[in-house]
């Protein structure tokens, strides 16, 4: 077991800069936080084009996980905000016990659009994860919905996967070392 840990520490270092820090950047990248990792991946890559597929395996590997993290975040968010919101129901507010009950929320209509539609393509509106800006949150708002965890997880992973191929092979085509 040791002889494992020992070679897997060794795959993931360089002198350096190494695949452990393209996972974390990944990672980190896929929660809410506004990180780049392509430009991670990329320069890692350009130290080392030998390690093409492993970096691209790494950064889907942190990428799906750090979705997996938002998709549970948005679960325990809807857990916190019912519970909230069935003690306001009652009289109860955590904020202030002394104010009344706060009026139900309106959605708008672009939030209704939404909800309609992730509900309508289920968990395979998570293959769209990778996309810029809506991506992240849109992992969290799975998580909120309740959709299939394991199915989203395998959809975000494909469309990560297929993010990180071509942005990393049209960066290295555009930028040679």
């Known amino acids: 077991m040791e002889a494992w840990i020992q070679q897997?520490?060794?795959?993931l270092a360089l002198p350096q800069f190494g695949l452990s820090t393209v996972f974390i950047?990944?990672?980190?990248?896929?929660?809410?936080?506004?990180?780049?990792?392509?430009p991670a991946v990329a320069g890692l890559l350009h130290l080392n084009p030998d390690l093409f597929w492993q970096a691209i395996l790494v950064a889907t590997a942190g990428n799906t996980l750090g979705g997996a993290i938002?998709?549970?975040t948005g679960a325990l968010a809807?857990?916190?905000?019912?519970?909230?919101?069935?003690?306001?129901?009652?009289?109860?507010?955590?904020?202030?016990?002394?104010q009344p009950p706060a009026p139900p929320n309106k959605q708008s209509?672009?939030?209704?659009m939404a909800?309609?539609?992730?509900?309508k393509f289920g968990a395979k509106a998570c293959l769209l994860s990778w996309l810029p800006i809506v991506g992240d949150?849109?992992?969290?708002?799975?998580?909120?919905l309740r959709l299939p965890f394991w199915p989203c997880v395998f959809y975000m992973a494909v469309g990560k996967f297929l993010r990180y191929l071509v942005m990393t092979a049209t960066i290295l085509h555009?930028?040679?070392?």
């Open 8 to 11: 897997l520490l060794t795959w």
């Open 25 to 38: 950047v990944a990672l980190i990248s896929a929660t809410l936080l506004p990180l780049g990792s392509e």
């Open 70 to 72: 938002s998709w549970w």
């Open 78 to 98: 809807r857990t916190a905000w019912y519970k909230a919101r069935s003690l306001r129901k009652v009289g109860l507010d955590l904020a202030d016990p002394s």
């Open 109 to 112: 209509r672009h939030q209704r």
């Open 115 to 119: 909800r309609i539609w992730l509900r």
């Open 137 to 144: 949150p849109l992992c969290a708002v799975a998580g909120w």
């Open 174 to 177: 555009f930028w040679p070392s």
